[in-house]
């Protein structure tokens, strides 16, 4: 079959692809915020209220996509590498949905997310050989600082979901930032000193691209990936959409970016801003693939192969 259908459970949301593998045209794709990992934090499990989530996401998926006629490649992250009850939540989904899950580790996140990257350079025409790419997921931030044909990455267990639990509010949150991040600093002023600084810092994953969206004036119903690809955010721009969606009532910052959501964005927004004082860049680029996208690519280049 030259159809695959690649699968992204992460910590927060669940994303599916379906492409044409001799196209590379996409058939169909889908995203739902599950939140995998919620209060994961403060129990080391993931919940029946996720897995149930998770599996009526994966019924919708089917129905959309068919999983009866493509291969299926699904891989999970950071909630279910911590989880201490992985594997039963891992065979209940696949004896209810026939979906077999992989857990993949930091450095597979970073390849797959990297040849998603690489791919959406391309089709902007950017050229840009010496980057540092950030995935700010539900429970982990993954760091690939990228020099033309090398990377060097690390994956921290940093995430929207685990912080906003873990912390009462978001002022707490705001004092403690830059101590929790302190780890990610270390390892990027070490990849800065030993190998050189890079270009230009680009960001992945829901923070970056719902802020985005903000900024180009889309809502959860109108948004429109192939306008957020390649969209510059600045620091300032934080600022400005972190302080809109505090001043939102509840049923706006819905309207806006999701349900399930509006709690968990302004984590991310204070984890994306340490990001841009550890890396020393004002500005980013944000673009809308990710491990879904690198996991359909490099699938589909193995059929080639073969």
């Known amino acids: 079959m030259r159809n695959i259908i690649a699968i992204d ?8 692809l379906k492409i044409d ?13 599950v939140r995998t990992a919620d209060n994961l934090a403060n129990t080391g499990e993931i919940s029946r209220g996720a897995l149930d989530r998770i599996l009526k996401a994966l019924d919708e998926i089917n129905k959309k996509m068919d999983f009866s006629n493509s291969t299926i490649k699904a891989v999970t992250t950071e ?27 930091g450095d597979d996140e970073a ?55 873990r912390y009462n509010n978001i002022e707490e949150l705001e004092q403690n930032i830059s101590d929790i991040m302190s780890n990610v600093k270390e390892f990027s002023d070490e990849v800065y000193k030993t190998y050189g600084y890079v270009d230009e810092f680009i960001a992945i994953a829901g923070t970056p691209t719902t802020l985005a969206s903000l900024k180009l004036g889309l809502t959860y119903s109108t948004y429109d990936a192939t306008k957020i ?78």
């Open 9 to 16: 459970l992460g910590s927060n949301s669940i994303r599916a």
């Open 21 to 33: 593998c001799k196209t590379k045209y996409t058939i169909s794709s889908f995203h739902k915020t």
């Open 79 to 105: 909630a279910l590498r911590q989880a201490s009850n992985s594997k039963e939540i891992l065979d209940e989904i696949e004896s209810k949905t026939g979906v077999i899950f992989n857990i993949i580790n």
């Open 111 to 165: 390849k797959y997310a990297l040849i998603a990257t690489k791919y959406r350079l391309e089709k902007l025409n950017l050229n840009i050989d010496r980057f540092l790419l950030a995935d700010i997921g539900g429970a982990s931030t993954e760091l690939i600082f990228n020099y033309r044909d090398r990377f060097f990455s690390k994956s921290f267990p940093i995430g929207i979901v685990t912080l906003t639990q």
């Open 229 to 306: 690809h390649g969209t510059i955010l600045t620091k300032e721009d934080l600022d400005i959409q972190l302080n809109n969606l505090l001043n939102m009532s509840k049923r706006e910052r819905e309207e806006t970016i999701g349900v399930g959501r509006e709690d968990l964005i302004a984590s991310g927004i204070l984890i994306y801003r340490e990001l841009y004082t550890i890396s020393n860049f004002n500005k980013s680029i944000v673009i809308d693939d990710g491990i879904r996208e690198g996991l359909a690519f490099n699938e589909c280049a193995k059929l080639s192969i073969k």
